[in-house]
Nanobody
Framework: QVQLVESGGGLGQAGGSLKLSCAAS????????MGWFRQAPGKEREFVAA????????YFADSVKGRFTISRDNAKNTMLLQMNSLKPEDTAVYYC???????????????????WGQGTQVTVSL
């Protein structure tokens, strides 16, 4: 099983940018499709973005489309989430997740992922 560690969270201003990183170790990173989820206080964990094992296929939640980008570097076992034009409603704990996949698929549901990081807090102020 792959192990995941997020970093890069913190305090951002509305309209600003933050970049999150997810470092993977354990199994072959390129065998996994990856995703980002977030969870705000009192709310369920929700899908943010996903990327296929090769990076050739990506998908975004409507709430972040056009503002966030997702990428991966299989040689470095890392995945990134670039967050631009931040809004206060982006405030949440952000989690990276992995699921074994040999196809070009992306996954958007919590139950489809088998490995999770511990989360990193993102707080966006006005």
């Amino acid at each position: 099983q792959v192990q995941l560690v997020e970093s890069g969270g913190g305090l951002g201003q509305a309209g600003g940018s933050l970049k999150l990183s997810c470092a993977a170790s354990g199994r072959t990173f390129s065998s996994y499709a990856m995703g980002w989820f977030r969870q705000a206080p009192g709310k369920e964990r929700e899908f943010v973005a996903a990327i296929s094992w090769s990076g050739g296929n990506t998908y975004f939640a409507d709430s972040v489309k056009g503002r966030f980008t997702i990428s991966r570097d299989n040689a470095k076992n890392t995945m990134l989430l670039q967050m631009n034009s931040l809004k206060p409603e982006d405030t949440a704990v952000y989690y990276c997740a992995a699921t074994y996949s040999s196809g070009t698929y992306v996954y958007t549901e919590v139950y489809e992922y088998t490995a999770w990081g511990q989360g990193t807090q993102v707080t966006v102020s006005l």
